[in-house]
Nanobody, 115 residues
Framework: QVQLVESGGGLVQAGGSLRLSCAAS????????MAWYRQTPGKQRELVAV???????NYADSVKGRFTISRDNGKNTMYLQMNSLKPEDTAVYYC?????????WGQGTQVTVSS
C-alpha cells in the first residue's frame, strides 16, 4: 500500500501561480505512474496530468503550457506547478498513484482562483 498526502493548495488571483506537492509513503517502490486529478461539485473527477516512472508526461488540453508535473523519486514526492491560473482551474486537486494496477488517492487539496 501507499499513502499520499497533498499540500500547497490555497486562494490565488487569476494569473497567479501555485505549486502542489504530493508526498508518498509506504510501498513507493511499487508505484508506476503518478497523476494529478481535479474535481468540482457535480462533475466527474478529471485527469490533469500524469507522469510515469520513466518521466514521460501527459497533460489535459486545458492545462497544457500552463501546468508542469514533476516527481522527485529520492524524496518520494510529486509536484504540480500551476502558472497562469484561471478561475476555471478552481477545484479540489487529488494526487493519484498506480500500484500493480490499483489506484491510491490522497485526501485532496482545494485550489481557488479568483477573478
Amino acid at each position: 500500500q501507499v499513502q499520499l498526502v497533498e499540500s500547497g493548495g490555497g486562494l490565488v488571483q487569476a494569473g497567479g501561480s501555485l505549486r502542489l506537492s504530493c508526498a508518498a509513503s509506504g510501498s513507493t517502490f511499487s508505484v508506476s505512474a503518478m497523476a494529478w486529478y481535479r474535481q468540482t461539485p457535480g462533475k466527474q473527477r478529471e485527469l490533469v496530468a500524469v507522469i510515469t516512472n520513466s518521466g514521460t508526461t501527459n497533460y489535459a488540453d486545458s492545462v497544457k503550457g500552463r501546468f508542469t508535473i514533476s516527481r522527485d523519486n529520492g524524496k518520494n514526492t510529486m509536484y504540480l506547478q500551476m502558472n497562469s491560473l484561471k478561475p476555471e482551474d478552481t477545484a479540489v486537486y487529488y494526487c493519484n498513484a498506480v500500484l500493480n494496477g490499483v489506484h491510491a488517492w490522497g485526501q485532496g487539496t482545494q485550489v481557488t482562483v479568483s477573478s
